[in-house]
């Protein structure tokens, strides 16, 4: 199982609703969640099957943005 962390701007519950959908198709349901606590809006998504790039488009699609985190 791979771990990928995204910087985002999804701030509220209200966001994650939106962009829901659009990660469960992609990354797969609960295999992702959004710390709106931390500065940074940290998005990390554990899975085996999807890469970055998927991410990000998912993350584009529902009108915010996501921008890798190097570990």
Do not use: R
């Not at 771990?3 to 609703?17: H, L, P, R, W």
């Not at 998005?43 to 584009?60: F, G, M, R």
Request: net charge negative; aromatic share 6%; with cysteine.
């Amino acid at each position: 199982m791979e771990t990928i962390q995204f910087k985002t701007n999804i701030k509220c519950s209200g966001c994650i609703a939106t962009v829901t959908p659009f990660l469960n198709e992609v990354a797969g349901e609960d295999n992702w969640e959004v710390d709106v606590q931390n500065p940074d809006k940290v998005l990390t998504v554990s899975t085996e099957k999807v890469n970055s790039t998927d991410i990000k488009k998912a993350v584009q699609k529902a009108g915010y943005q996501a921008e890798e985190l190097v570990k």
